[in-house]
């Protein structure tokens, strides 16, 4: 039932909207994955036209936006500890009779909209993952109405993407493409199918042009973005279902653009075609995040991952061959329910199998209205605890080792931003290690967006250090 407080926004076209002079104040704050990330940027490019600007800095704003994501644990209790922060910041600026706009988009948003709106009635607007699109006509509704809460959490029939301005900012030499949404794989721990919706590929023309747009903003390195992106299946050429290796194959030939990634995949979606790319196409980078999630078959099952152990090193053996020296990084969950000392066991040794050059490791932590939330033998949580600490030094080990494999060798970086010390920037490698190297030599002078050739002198466990071994790759 919806709070007296809230209007439920039916489904209808935004628009309508005048715009206005940069006179606004923007803050968002975006929580967990690329993709919000990603949304974020999109949001800000959309409000930009009803005058807003962006600020770096909650105080004195005007509009403030929380991005959230329902992955992590304790999402809900984290977002409503920030809006008892922006709760007394829209209550200072009452006083002085400014009003100050508060939206919450994203995943939590989306699951828990009513609680929200109940909870917290100062926030101004509720939108899902799907719905940011509609923000300029909500924000239109809320300064001229009384201020109910404005909910937009349906799953609309045509794709915001349809809704988004086609410019884009760039400001980086690096950016993310959300080429896909949602997820029909419905793993019994997550989810992102009741936040995100069912899996959505974009037309392969829509992301080329705006691949296009990107570059000419100055970006060289994209990462295609999706919950399950390798089950990317975009229109292509009127009517063709393409896969995520014929989308990189077009934007590999674009100008300018100098690397590609792709992130999150499945194992069950990594296609002979995808990893026969990683052998023939020089701008993917050799790195893929390959989440596992376990090694033990039986909790596999459990969780509806789709794929055996013997299937998922399967798929590595053929990235290997096709890309020798592609590292791979992964996800795993410890502690699900009904997982046992030797399905822990199994998962210790599937790391020591492949060799991780970086990996994501948590403990188990139920999702309501999940399956796995009502698995009748949960683990206790410090056994979890536990489990995890084990895993997680066993991955710090095989991190620092592909790290310190480095030193010694040269290797490519694209320079992304000043480093933490005077005369210093960082750069990236292949593998998305961060360099540090200085940023003049007696005959060159770095900036950013340059790819170089370093020579890597040290590491540690997160980073490497280098100076500089060559002519410029791309300026």
Same mark, same amino acid.
């Given at each position: 039932?919806?709070? =007296?407080?809230?209007?439920?926004?039916?489904?209808?076209?935004?628009?309508?909207?005048?715009?206005?002079?940069?006179?606004?104040?923007?803050?968002?704050?975006?929580?967990?994955?690329?993709?919000?990330?990603?949304?974020?940027?999109?949001? $800000?490019? !959309?409000?930009?036209?009803?005058?807003?600007?962006?600020?770096?800095?909650?105080?004195?704003?005007?509009?403030?936006?929380?991005?959230?994501?329902?992955?992590?644990?304790? @999402?809900?209790?984290?977002?409503?500890?920030?809006?008892?922060? !922006?709760?007394?910041?829209?209550?200072?600026?009452?006083?002085?009779?400014?009003?100050?706009?508060?939206?919450? @988009?994203?995943?939590?948003?989306?699951?828990?909209?009513?609680?929200? @709106?109940?909870?917290?009635?100062?926030?101004?607007?509720?939108?899902?993952?799907?719905?940011?699109?509609?923000?300029?006509?909500?924000?239109?509704?809320?300064?001229?109405?009384?201020?109910?809460?404005?909910?937009?959490?349906?799953?609309?029939?045509?794709?915001?993407?349809?809704? !988004?301005?086609?410019?884009?900012?760039?400001? $980086?030499?690096?950016?993310?493409?959300?080429?896909?949404?949602?997820?029909?794989?419905?793993?019994?721990?997550?989810?992102?199918?009741?936040?995100?919706?069912?899996?959505?590929?974009?037309?392969?023309?829509?992301?080329?042009?705006?691949?296009?747009?990107?570059?000419?903003?100055?970006?060289?390195?994209?990462?295609?973005?999706?919950?399950?992106?390798?089950?990317?299946?975009?229109?292509?050429?009127?009517?063709?279902?393409?896969?995520?290796?014929?989308?990189?194959?077009?934007? @590999?030939?674009?100008?300018?653009?100098?690397?590609?990634?792709?992130?999150?995949?499945?194992?069950?979606?990594?296609?002979?075609?995808?990893?026969?790319?990683?052998?023939?196409?020089?701008?993917?980078?050799?790195?893929?995040?390959?989440?596992?999630?376990?090694?033990?078959?039986?909790?596999?099952?459990?969780?509806?991952?789709?794929?055996?152990?013997?299937?998922?090193?399967?798929?590595?053996?053929?990235?290997?061959?096709?890309? #020798?020296?592609?590292?791979?990084?992964?996800?795993?969950?410890?502690?699900?329910?009904?997982?046992?000392?030797?399905?822990?066991?199994?998962?210790?040794?599937?790391?020591?199998?492949?060799?991780?050059?970086?990996?994501?490791?948590?403990?188990?932590?139920?999702?309501?209205?999940?399956?796995?939330?009502?698995?009748?033998?949960?683990?206790?949580?410090?056994?979890?605890?536990?489990?995890?600490?084990?895993?997680?030094?066993?991955?710090?080990?095989? =991190?620092?080792?592909?790290? =310190?494999?480095?030193?010694?060798?040269?290797?490519?970086?694209?320079?992304?931003?000043?480093?933490?010390? #005077?005369? =210093?920037?960082?750069?990236?490698?292949?593998?998305?290690?961060?360099?540090?190297?200085?940023?003049?030599?007696?005959?060159?002078?770095?900036?950013?967006?340059?790819?170089?050739?370093?020579?890597?002198?040290?590491?540690?466990?997160?980073?490497?250090?280098?100076?500089?071994?060559?002519?410029?790759?791309?300026?």
């Amino acid at each position: 039932m919806t709070n =007296q407080n809230t209007r439920n926004v039916p489904a209808t076209t935004g628009g309508g909207f005048e715009l206005a002079p940069a006179s606004k104040s923007l803050f968002i704050k975006t929580f967990g994955c690329q993709m919000n990330v990603y949304d974020s940027e999109r949001i $800000s490019e !959309l409000l930009v036209p009803l005058g807003y600007t962006i600020k770096d800095a909650l105080e004195n704003v005007d509009m403030a936006v929380l991005n959230t994501c329902h992955i992590r644990e304790k @999402a809900s209790e984290k977002l409503f500890s920030e809006l008892g922060r !922006l709760r007394a910041h829209k209550r200072r600026r009452s006083a002085i009779g400014k009003q100050m706009i508060i939206a919450v @988009a994203g995943c939590v948003a989306q699951a828990i909209g009513e609680e929200i @709106a109940r909870r917290v009635p100062e926030v101004d607007i509720v939108v899902g993952p799907q719905t940011y699109h509609r923000l300029p006509e909500l924000i239109s509704r809320i300064e001229s109405t009384s201020g109910d809460t404005q909910i937009c959490t349906e799953f609309p029939v045509n794709p915001k993407f349809d809704e !988004l301005p086609v410019e884009r900012k760039g400001g $980086s030499v690096s950016a993310f493409l959300s080429v896909q949404e949602g997820c029909d794989k419905f793993c019994t721990f997550c989810v992102v199918p009741y936040t995100r919706g069912a899996e959505y590929s974009r037309p392969v023309d829509d992301l080329v042009t705006e691949a296009k747009l990107l570059v000419e903003c100055g970006v060289k390195e994209i990462t295609l973005l999706g919950q399950n992106v390798n089950a990317y299946h975009g229109q292509h050429l009127g009517k063709q279902v393409s896969s995520l290796s014929v989308l990189i194959e077009r934007l @590999a030939a674009l100008k300018g653009l100098s690397r590609l990634r792709y992130t999150t995949s499945h194992p069950k979606d990594m296609d002979l075609s995808l990893i026969d790319a990683h052998g023939r196409i020089p701008e993917l980078m050799p790195s893929v995040h390959l989440p596992v999630q376990s090694g033990s078959d039986r909790i596999l099952e459990a969780m509806n991952r789709r794929y055996t152990v013997a299937d998922y090193l399967g798929v590595v053996d053929k990235l290997r061959t096709a890309r #020798p020296d592609i590292a791979l990084s992964s996800d795993f969950i410890v502690g699900f329910p009904g997982e046992t000392e030797e399905d822990f066991r199994q998962t210790m040794n599937l790391v020591k199998t492949v060799g991780y050059a970086q990996a994501y490791s948590f403990k188990y932590s139920p999702r309501p209205g999940t399956p796995a939330a009502a698995g009748e033998i949960q683990i206790e949580d410090e056994i979890k605890w536990e489990r995890l600490q084990v895993l997680q030094n066993l991955l710090v080990e095989q =991190q620092s080792k592909f790290n =310190q494999s480095l030193v010694g060798a040269a290797t490519e970086i694209l320079i992304e931003k000043p480093g933490r010390y #005077p005369g =210093q920037l960082v750069g990236r490698t292949p593998y998305l290690q961060p360099v540090h190297v200085a940023a003049k030599s007696d005959n060159q002078e770095l900036n950013i967006g340059d790819i170089i050739q370093v020579n890597i002198t040290g590491s540690s466990s997160n980073s490497l250090m280098g100076t500089l071994g060559g002519d410029y790759i791309n300026d």
